[in-house]
T-cell receptor, first 112, second 117 residues
Framework: AQSVTQLDSQVPVFEEAPVELRCNYS??????LFWYVQYPNQGLQLLLK??????LVKGINGFEAEFKKSETSFHLTKPSAHMSDAAEYFC??????????FGAGTRLFVIA | NAGVMQNPRHLVRRRGQEARLRCSPM?????VYWYRQLPEEGLKFMVY????????ESGMPKERFSAEFPKEGPSILRIQQVVRGDSAAYFC???????????????FGNGTRLTVT
């Protein structure tokens, strides 16, 4: 069965410092991987997705993620944090079936 | 170009009452998913529906919970005889095709926050 582990429930970073949010998954088959962002009192918005091809995926707002099959990881990074990046971030995995499985989320705090 | 619309945004119910949560998918989307979000737990899949069909309800509690997506009108998530443990944010998502189509990510509504007193 597929599962997603987000290793940090909270990540504080200083403004303009680099960001890394970690995500590991488990699955016995090929997967599609996603990162979503949730701002307060809103639904989730898709940041980026890995379906196939290049393992480095670029998303919106300057975020990118690298799929590392050998490490079963899909960490989200950004070179320089902005105050507007403060939100909750969810890693998700789908085996191409009907369900997308979400991690527990990582709350990103940006410190001025 | 309306996105996924959920209403109400906030719903307060006393124990034992019924809660009805509505979701209108994005225009052109015929696949609807319901998720429940509890603090510190992320989103838990509940049910996947297409028009007039429940495709996968493996995440739905066996009792008191039901979902429908009629030919006309929004999808409804119904919780009968609510209990305090039902308090959560319920999110609806839609997609243009089933998740088996890789190019069909989920589009989420802003959720309904249910509080059971």
């Amino acid at each position: 069965a597929q599962s997603v582990t987000q290793l940090d429930s909270q990540v504080p970073v200083f403004e303009e410092a680099p960001v890394e949010l970690r995500c590991n998954y488990s699955s016995s088959v090929s997967v599609y991987l996603f990162w979503y962002v949730q701002y307060p009192n809103q639904g989730l918005q898709l940041l980026l997705k890995y379906l196939s091809g290049s393992t480095l995926v670029k998303g919106i707002n300057g975020f990118e993620a690298e799929f590392k099959k050998s490490e079963t990881s899909f960490h989200l990074t950004k070179p320089s944090a902005h105050m507007s990046d403060a939100a909750e971030y969810f890693c998700a995995v789908s085996e191409g079936g009907f369900k997308t499985i979400f991690g527990a989320g990582t709350r990103l705090f940006v410190i001025a | 170009n309306a996105g996924v619309m959920q209403n109400p945004r906030h719903l307060v119910r006393r124990r034992g009452q019924e809660a009805r949560l509505r979701c209108s998918p994005m225009k052109g989307h015929s696949h609807v998913y319901w998720y429940r979000q509890l603090p510190e737990e992320g989103l838990k899949f509940m049910v996947y529906l297409q028009k007039e069909n429940i495709i996968d309800e493996s995440g739905m509690p066996k009792e008191r919970f039901s979902a429908e997506f009629p030919k006309e009108g929004p999808s409804i998530l119904r919780i009968q005889q609510v209990v305090r443990g039902d308090s959560a944010a319920y999110f609806c998502a839609s997609s243009q095709a089933g998740q088996s189509s890789y190019n069909s990510p989920l589009h989420f509504g802003n959720g309904t926050r249910l509080t059971v007193t």
